[in-house]
């Protein structure tokens, strides 16, 4: 394959644990990793690097139909329309099958994670055809079996993923690597989002109220032990290039309904402008419009050769980010019961729950 992809190499990870931080308490050795390819200098030469962060796909192996979780031979087409119909596509998940499920399902959000990506694509080699796979925050999709010592298509994946833009490959636009004066900066006037010496970070472009695109550094994201479907809500202590302050960022994927429903952002500019007590402000949000930050998996979910309701099952996503212009304090923070609860105090306030008045009485008489 390495000839039809100039700016990609394929390299055997079948004996070696990809980089993964130390404080998961899992690691992976996919058969095959594919990465990007990047030159580094190390003295007088240059070198490849293979880090995590320039990892592309997986490629799997394995041996016999025993080990493929999906069907390898299907029925006929469920009628639409047939409220009791039913689609299966995946094999009794037992024993080997149900492996390799675990095996793509880790695979998926490890890359997912570790780099931010909207989606990723995986290959499952087995015997003598293969499978492509796409996982967005949707869901997965798959293709029937390919044999690839007869079709094309197998090689034409690897031809077009090399030519594809970084969009089409699924990496965020919207994040990219600071430059050194940024680092500097963030390393010199901000410390409570370090973790450590060996912190690396990346930057969030977004935009504010008056359009202007602003850049927060936050620390690089690392991988959960959950599939990367759903909301996957992800916060972060971000620094703001802009005002040197620090800042919140939240992001996650969430549900559309239409063109005209409420978002989050949009909940906290109502607040604001309300004079609602104890809610921060939000000085950035942004809901992306274009196709990239936007699952696909919920197109295939109005086929003919679905059962009806599968559309409302697989719903459609699209990512959210906002900035908030607070910092917030971790639990472990607080130095005296006092001061947790002052900020107990100070959430009931801004809930507006039913009760929270002879709560916050309550707590103020303590205090």
């Known amino acids: 394959m390495n000839p039809l992809m100039s700016g990609l190499s394929i390299c055997n990870t079948s004996t070696q644990r990809i980089d993964t931080p130390s404080y998961n308490f899992f690691t992976i050795a996919p058969d095959c990793t594919v990465y990007r390819k990047i030159k580094i200098k190390r003295g007088e030469e240059e070198e490849e ?38 689609a299966h596509f995946l094999s009794g998940l037992t024993g080997r099958r149900h492996h390799t499920l675990s095996q793509l399902g880790t695979y998926a959000a490890i890359h997912i994670d570790s780099q931010y990506r909207a989606h990723t694509f995986l290959v499952l080699i087995i015997g003598t055809y293969a499978r492509l796979i796409r996982w967005d925050r949707g869901g997965m999709v798959f293709t029937e079996a ?90 972060s202590v971000a620094y703001d290039l802009q005002n040197n302050v620090g800042v919140y960022m939240k992001a996650f994927w969430r549900i559309v309904l239409n063109d005209n429903d409420i978002k989050e952002g949009e909940v906290y500019q109502v607040l604001s402008k309300a004079n609602v007590r104890n809610i921060p402000r939000c000085v950035a ?72 008045d002879f709560i916050c009485q309550t707590l103020t008489c303590d205090l």
């Open 285 to 356: 949000f942004c809901d992306f419009q274009d196709q990239y930050h936007q699952t696909q998996t919920h197109t295939f979910a109005g086929e003919s050769w679905l059962p009806q309701g599968y559309e409302y099952l697989i719903p459609h996503r699209r990512l959210h980010c906002l900035i908030l212009d607070t910092e917030g304090k971790k639990l472990e923070d607080f130095t005296t019961s006092k001061e947790m609860v002052r900020a107990i105090h100070a959430a009931i306030i801004g809930t507006g729950l039913p009760g929270c």
């Open 49 to 86: 690097e293979e880090v995590t962060r320039l990892v592309e796909f997986f490629i799997e192996f394995k041996s016999s139909a025993e080990h493929d979780p999906f069907l390898v031979a299907t029925g006929p087409a469920p009628v639409r329309g047939n409220k009791r119909g039913q």
């Open 146 to 235: 390919i044999p690839y010592n007869v079709n094309p298509e197998f090689f034409n994946f690897f031809k077009y993923y090399n030519d594809a833009s970084f969009d089409v490959r699924g990496i965020d636009s919207i994040m990219t690597k600071p430059t050194d004066p940024e680092i500097q900066t963030t390393l010199g006037t901000w410390t409570s989002g370090v973790d450590d010496e060996s912190q690396t970070f990346l930057v969030i472009s977004l935009c504010n109220e008056a359009g202007h695109a602003q850049r927060y550094v936050i620390p690089s994201p690392y991988p959960r032990p959950s599939l990367p479907v759903g909301r996957c809500t992800r916060t």
